[in-house]
């Protein structure tokens, strides 16, 4: 079936939102550094670092990512180039948040390349942006 996976799961409350709007039979996981006990016994988690995670993935195809983990350039590159191969639509954390510039700078050089979509409520602030794999 179809996967959703949120790398940075931190409380789970967007996980949790996500498995509450998943359709029948979509796979709803996380990864994170912390351990985390899914509530909903449809949700699986990994305890680990993603960059080692991504290296024993067998899962299958994740539909959907979305990246709210390593707020640093290099970590959430380094997510991005790991997983975002195997996705078709892949979300990010902390776009436009002024104190995450890891964050800002990568999605700056992604939305040049890719097809995305950003909501930003408050410039400065948080955001969130889609990449649709298909280039440009």
Known sequence: ????LEIGVQAGRSLWIAR???KEGVRVGGIDL?????SDSSVFF???D?????????KGEIKLLFIDGDHSYEGVKADWENYGPMCKVVGFHDIDNKNEPGCVRLWNELKAQHRF???????GELGIGIIFREPV
């Open 46 to 48: 990994i305890q680990g």
């Open 20 to 22: 509450q709007l998943a």
């Open 1 to 4: 079936g179809d996967i959703y």
């Open 34 to 38: 912390d351990v985390h006990t899914p």
């Open 117 to 123: 979509l950003e909501i930003i409520d408050k410039p």
């Open 50 to 58: 993603s960059k080692e995670v991504c290296k024993t993935w067998d």
